[in-house]
């Protein structure tokens, strides 16, 4: 991943016509991280050593009587208050444009407003900070200063101060690709799995909250919602599940995502890819997510005094799946294993796809109760069915923390505990989180963009994390992935037999390429193969061979695999695009390249995933697909794509069938109108 590639923001938009680049508003993007630790903190005083300046920017948020800054505030009894000031200054200017305020959470103590002010001799008047401790964004135009100082104008009670004071530099001064990236963008129509805030490119493992029930147009995490219904460890095609929540007791599991749903605010939220933070505001609980590859890796602290919850869900629709037929052991007090079935797919695929996991807590659970309906079972050892919920109980203090990690597998538990035990075996969630990314940038470095306005760079990079996630591994890192392409077909459904594959590996055991689910290929050849080719060429070797293995199992080419199966959407045959586009770039390196001419060619004769057997033989003897232009053009393209790669490799015959059934297209044409349309059997248009 060393090679970058230079593109001028003039020559992306001419060449990506998808990025279509819109305005960034004034919300909490991505942005760099925290610079309030890199400054020099002053202050008007402090109400005791427990107090200190620094302590406003020391990472402790909301707990009372921890990693808070004071002042004696009450001076009188007549009702005079001592109003502070606190300062923050850096060594070097800052190009900043977000603050975030924390009140101390205490409801006796607040700074109910003040003024904001900055070296560059500008102010920003600041009114009804929230007393409970929870966070204020006070967002504006970038601005170059040296130092930021709030004064207190307004408050009530004693020893006033702050919590935390967090800065945000603006993406202009920052070093990485990360900080130009904005996931809220289009999560108000996109689809469940392009928010994936915990993941890495392409990964098995994809985590984030979930805040609209539903696939697409505004479904999985939506900007617009107020309350978080959950954070799913699955974000991929046609495949969903495992939501947890942490919780306290007053939450009933029975009542699913309604009764354990909790409200949170965009203010004191970091959205970024590889880390997302935010603040359950109902029982005040600070939940951080990153990743590994197979791997979902969490850190949740406990601001109150609590008798928590860890919700875990393995029963109902997710989005764009339903989790059935769960079972789940308990191994000690700090590890659950398990699996459940995810069904009912909206696009088809297999009928069933079993999925894996084993979840593990770096404290001892106090008890792990289990709900189905409104039936509760205690301190359970081993539980299965339907609608089934688990909770893992702990009594938090104030301030305390615990981590969970979920290893994943679409092959077995004991691979999903071999995943997670060789990614993830420690418990340095900041390591992890800064391993995740230093990914993520030097995947989104492969293109460094000059020129073009703040907003279209935000934009951009916004796009580029989208064509890089969308597709997840399926394969375990020792190379085992599931098969489920055979079995009886039931329209875009499979009722399909699983096994378990291994992909080949090269002399030193180590597997030659991945599996991977995968969205449709419908289309991609106007865009993502290019894109991947310029930028991430290894990754369209890596999908070729991928989809080469699936018709070595399955005699077909997928069209858009979910579960390592078949789910027959759209129309054509698009993955030959990509396997013909991959080959004459002279990137396909990780499978044979005349086998994958055979599974192409074959693939687009009777029998094939062209079409159904009468449909290819009638397009192979009149030139077009009855009633139906699009699908001629798509498939004369197609053909015109194997000619070309069966002139490259010297088979002249094939190269004459294919590059005369690709002219077949002109039959659909209207000399009078001068417009393609579709022809029925008898030739009329």
């Not at 993941?199 to 609209?212: D, I, K, Q």
């Not at 989180?433 to 703040?454: E, M, P």
């Not at 599996?515 to 290894?538: K, R, V």
């Not at 139906?628 to 498939?635: D, H, K, L, P």
Request: hydrophobic share 35%; net charge positive.
């Amino acid at each position: 991943m060393n090679k970058k590639k230079n593109i001028s923001m003039q020559l992306c938009c001419r060449v990506f016509l998808w990025c279509c680049v819109t305005g960034a508003g004034m919300h909490s993007y991505a942005g760099p991280g925290n610079i309030a630790p890199l400054a020099k903190v002053t202050a008007s005083g402090a109400a005791g050593n427990s107090y200190a300046p620094r302590y406003v920017t020391d990472g402790w948020i909301g707990v009372d009587g921890k990693g808070e800054w004071a002042c004696e505030g009450v001076s009188t009894s007549w009702g005079y208050i001592r109003l502070p000031w606190i300062q923050l200054e850096w060594e070097q200017p800052q190009l900043i444009n977000k603050i975030i305020l924390y009140d101390r959470p205490s409801l006796q103590e607040n700074i109910a407003g003040g003024k904001l002010l900055f070296s560059d001799s500008s102010s920003i008047w600041i009114n009804q900070i929230p007393p409970d401790g929870s966070g204020m964004a006070v967002a504006f135009t970038a601005r170059r200063v040296k130092w930021i100082k709030f004064i207190v104008n307004d408050a009530t009670g004693k020893d006033i101060g702050f919590s935390e004071i967090e800065v945000f530099p603006s993406p202009e001064q920052a070093q990485d690709y990360v900080s130009w990236v904005d996931p809220y963008i289009e999560t108000n129509r996109g689809r469940y799995f392009f928010f994936i805030t915990g993941s890495l490119p392409f990964g098995m493992a994809s985590s984030a909250p979930l805040t609209r029930n539903k696939n697409q147009y505004g479904g999985g995490y939506n900007y617009n919602e107020k309350y978080i219904l959950g954070f799913e460890q699955i974000h991929a095609w046609m495949m969903s599940g495992i939501e947890i929540m942490p919780a306290s007791d007053r939450e009933n599991p029975a009542e699913g995502q309604q009764g354990w749903k909790a409200a949170f605010s965009h203010d004191d939220e970091i959205v970024q890819p590889g880390y997302h933070r935010v603040m359950l505001r109902d029982n005040k609980i600070w939940v951080e997510q990153t990743a590994t590859e197979r791997v979902n890796f969490y850190r949740f602290r406990y601001t109150q005094n609590t008798s928590g919850r860890i919700i875990i869900n393995l029963g109902g629709y997710v989005s764009n799946s339903t989790m059935v037929d769960a079972t789940v052991t308990r191994i000690g007090d700090t590890a659950i294993e398990g699996s459940f079935s995810s069904v009912k797919r909206y696009w088809g695929g297999p009928k069933e796809v079993r999925i894996f996991f084993v979840i593990r807590f770096d404290k001892p659970f106090q008890s792990l109760d289990a709900w189905q309906g409104h039936t509760t079972a205690k301190n359970i050892r081993r539980a299965n069915g339907d609608s089934l919920t688990l909770a893992a109980a702990y009594p938090f203090k104030k301030g305390e923390e615990l981590q969970m990690k979920i290893g994943l597998s679409y092959t077995s538990t004991e691979n999903a505990r071999l995943n997670l035990e060789q990614e993830c075996s420690g418990w340095e969630f900041d390591s992890v989180k800064a391993q995740a990314q230093d990914t993520w940038n030097r995947w989104l470095g492969r293109i460094d963009v000059k020129g073009g306005s703040h907003a279209q760079k935000i934009k951009f990079y916004t796009d580029l994390w989208h064509v890089l996630l969308g597709r997840q591994k399926i394969n375990d890192l020792s190379g085992d992935y599931p098969d489920r392409t055979t079995g009886k077909r039931e329209g875009n459904f499979t009722d399909a037999i699983f096994k378990i594959k291994t992909v080949p590996k090269d002399a030193a055991g180590k597997p030659l390429f991945n599996m991977y689910n995968s969205d449709a290929w419908w289309l991609t050849q106007w865009n993502l193969n290019i894109l991947w080719g310029l930028a991430w060429p290894e990754m369209m070797d890596e999908f070729s061979a991928s989809m080469i293995e699936y018709a070595n199992n399955g005699y077909l080419l997928p069209r858009g695999p979910s579960g390592g199966g078949y789910s027959y959407i759209m129309t054509g045959c698009p993955a030959s695009n990509l396997i013909i586009s991959t080959y004459m770039k002279g990137l396909l390196t990780k499978t044979n390249v005349n086998h994958a001419y055979e599974v192409v060619k074959r693939n687009h004769l009777p029998g094939g995933m062209l079409g159904d057997s009468a449909g290819i033989q009638f397009y192979t003897r009149n030139g077009w697909w009855p009633d139906n232009a699009g699908i001629t053009i798509e498939a004369g393209f197609q053909d015109w794509g194997i000619a070309q790669m069966a002139a490259k490799l010297g088979k002249k015959k094939d190269h004459r069938f294919f590059l005369n059934r690709s002219a077949g297209w002109k039959f659909c044409f209207d000399p009078e109108q001068k417009l393609l349309f579709p022809k029925n059997k008898k030739g009329e248009f």
